[in-house]
C-alpha cells in the first residue's frame, strides 16, 4: 500500500518497472527515481502525475522522465492523459486519453464558456498509474 489510503498492487508495479528496465536504453536510474516518487507520492499526486513534479530539483531530468513514463504507458504500468485547460482561469476543461478524440472547441463548467482549444498552449500531458496496478 501506498500512501494516500489507495490499495496499489506493489508487486505488479514493480514488474512493471523492472520490465522497463530491462528496455534497450533505459534509464534505470531514472526508472529508480519514478518508482521512489510514486512510493513517496499522496493519491492526489499520482492521479495525475507530471514529470516536473517528479523531477523536483533535478528539472534538467524532466525529458528522460517523461520518455520512461511513455514507455511505461506502452509496457502498461502508466495511462497518459490529455488535459485541456480552460483560457480564462485554467480548470481541467476535458480530459482524453486519445488526442484524436479532441475537438476543436472546448467548454469550461467553471466558466461556464466555450473556448477554441489552443494545443500548444492550453493542452497538458499527464500521467497516472495503470488501473490494473492502482
Known amino acids: 500500500m501506498l500512501k494516500g489510503k489507495l490499495i496499489v498492487n506493489i508487486e505488479l508495479l514493480k514488474e512493471k518497472l523492472e520490465q522497463l ?8 536510474g531514472t526508472i529508480d527515481q519514478i518508482e521512489k516518487w510514486l512510493i513517496g507520492s499522496h493519491i492526489l ?19 528522460r522522465i517523461t520518455s520512461e513514463f511513455l514507455h511505461g504507458v ?9 488535459d485541456i485547460h480552460c483560457p480564462h482561469c485554467n480548470m481541467i476543461a476535458e480530459e482524453f486519453k486519445d488526442l484524436a478524440d479532441t475537438s476543436e ?6 466558466c461556464d464558456r ?7 498552449d492550453r ?10 496496478i492502482g
Not at 506502452?74 to 490529455?82: E, I, V
Not at 466555450?114 to 500548444?120: A, G, H, N, S, T
Open 21 to 28: 528496465k530491462k528496455r534497450p536504453n533505459s534509464s534505470k
Open 123 to 132: 493542452v497538458e500531458v499527464t500521467f497516472s498509474l495503470n488501473k490494473e
Open 74 to 82: 506502452k509496457a502498461g504500468a502508466f495511462d497518459l492523459h490529455w
Open 105 to 110: 472547441m472546448s467548454f469550461c463548467p467553471m
Open 114 to 120: 466555450e473556448f477554441k482549444i489552443d494545443l500548444l
Open 45 to 63: 499526486q499520482r492521479l495525475r502525475i507530471n514529470p516536473y513534479y517528479v523531477a523536483g530539483d533535478t528539472v534538467k531530468n524532466v525529458k
